[in-house]
């Protein structure tokens, strides 16, 4: 797969994903906020903004990985 192919590919998955973690952090805290004590509603809203570097570190490594010569 070429380099620019999958850039394109790396990019459409990180729009779908980031939309997919912003709609599903927004129903988790919409849920579980109002009954929390502001300390832990503090640390899951830090934990929730901060946890879809993960994965989209993943997909950013995919799609700068060089051809590979085999």
Do not use: E, H
């Amino acid at each position: 797969m070429s380099l620019r192919t999958r850039k394109l590919i790396g990019t459409a998955l990180l729009l779908a994903f980031v939309v997919f973690w912003a709609l599903l952090s927004m129903s988790i805290a919409q849920a579980r906020l109002p009954n929390m004590s502001s300390l832990a509603g503090g640390l899951l809203v830090v934990f929730l903004g901060l946890v879809w570097v993960i994965p989209a570190g993943l997909i950013i490594r995919w799609m700068a990985k060089q051809k590979s010569d085999t």
